[in-house]
């Protein structure tokens, strides 16, 4: 009895030792087998190697351009801001908009592994992408439209050298890399403009946080304050108390609907174009004395 208890003990640890490595092999080999190759399916089909809020980094380049345009975004503090050409707060959504549509584009299926002729593919002097996530860089060339117009032609750099704010690009292009297919906002990606790129927002603020407001002309100012109700004047509301309409009175009741339509308006100004990094002559633009 107590030898066949003994067989039964045994051969439950032996099911027990199978079962286990069964399952480790299902584990390692299924499990983080299978996870480690869709990794690299997906660094192999997608242009970039990391998400796209990991990038700490974005270069713009255009090396044909006459003036060898180069445009460099850095995330400072969790925002983004331009480094080069100018300094410069950077249009957040615009930023995370390009590098979402470069982490989420894939490679449509490769044209040619061992490229002779660059130019056939736009590739001879291609716009320069460049996207940075710490110490890790990923340079994509991007060429012409395919000839159907959804695709364009690029280049994936396997091994970048990272770029300076002043050295060219053209260190980047090699001529090993395969000339790829990939979706075509790649293309709208690196056609993007310094101008696109800024934060054209002229006053950053919410019209409900005011509580104060001037104008001046020369030596004519008008200042409004909104303050909560009293005892002379329980409603709430905008008050003028410069210029003194009334002699008997510090301050006067404000049209509520003029002043709200005029911080809307202000807080909604956006830059049409950007004149001048550093003017000079200001009566040329009317504002010696705005």
């Not at 499990?31 to 700490?56: K, M, N, W, Y």
């Not at 593919?121 to 000839?147: C, D, M, W, Y």
């Not at 004047?233 to 002043?259: E, F, M, N, T």
Request: a positive charge; hydrophobic letters at 40%; proline letters at 8%.
């Amino acid at each position: 009895m107590k030898s066949r208890q003994r067989r039964l003990s045994s051969n439950t640890w032996l099911l027990a030792g199978l079962l286990a490595a069964l399952g480790g092999y299902v584990y390692l080999v299924e499990v983080r087998g299978g996870a480690r190759e869709e990794q690299v399916q997906e660094r192999i089909t997608h242009l970039l190697p990391f998400p796209s809020d990991a990038a700490t980094e974005l270069v713009i380049a255009r090396p044909a351009h006459p003036l060898g345009e180069r445009i460099v975004c850095r995330k400072v503090n969790g925002q983004w801001r331009i480094v080069a050409p100018i300094h410069a707060d950077a249009d957040d959504l615009t930023v995370n908009r390009i590098l979402s549509d470069l982490a989420e584009s894939k490679v449509d299926r490769t044209v040619t592994a061992h490229p002779t002729d660059l130019a056939a593919f736009g590739l001879s002097h291609p716009l320069l992408l460049t996207v940075a996530a710490g110490k890790t860089r990923q340079t994509i060339e991007v060429g012409k439209e395919n000839p159907t117009g959804s695709f364009v032609f690029a280049r994936r750099l396997s091994a970048p050298a990272p770029p300076s704010l002043t050295s060219s690009p053209h260190h980047l292009i090699t001529s090993s890399a395969p000339v790829l297919v990939v979706d075509r906002r790649v293309h709208d990606a690196a056609e993007k403009k310094l101008y696109d790129l800024r934060d054209k927002t002229v006053l950053d603020f919410l019209p409900d946080d005011v509580n104060a407001l001037s104008y001046t002309d020369g030596a004519r100012t008008v200042r409004l304050v909104r303050q909560p109700g009293s005892a002379d004047d329980p409603q709430p509301g905008w008050k003028l108390l410069q210029p003194v309409l009334d002699p008997h009175r510090p301050w006067v009741r404000a049209d509520r609907g003029a002043v709200e339509r005029s911080l809307n308006l202000v807080s909604s100004l956006r830059a049409e174009t950007f004149v001048s990094e550093q003017p000079v002559r200001l009566e040329r633009f009317g504002l010696a004395k705005p």
